[in-house]
């Protein structure tokens, strides 16, 4: 699965993220708990369960460009260095 600007969760973690979200919240039904910790793992397992289904997680996106503006991506780099190497064949 190729990943591009609207899809950044690949195939693999969105079936463990949907696995997580939905089984953290079945647990969650099951048995009882603190409410504060109800309710801060309920809306992670719904984060979870969300991005598993649109296929895009905004906080990747966020790393990403920041990242990107300070040139700590060694993407650039390593696609430079294929690219020389395979002129120099």
């Known amino acids: 699965m190729k990943i591009t600007h609207w899809n950044n969760v690949e195939l693999a973690e969105r079936f463990l993220r949907a696995a997580v979200g939905f089984f953290t919240i079945l647990y969650l039904m099951i048995v009882p708990g603190m409410p504060l910790f109800f309710a801060m793992a309920c ?34 780099a390593h696609n430079k260095m294929q690219t020389d190497y395979h002129y120099a064949m």
């Open 43 to 76: 809306v992670a397992s719904l984060y979870l369960l969300l991005t598993a289904l649109v296929a895009w997680d905004p906080l990747y996106s966020v790393i990403y460009k920041i990242t990107a503006l300070l040139n700590f991506n060694e993407h650039k």
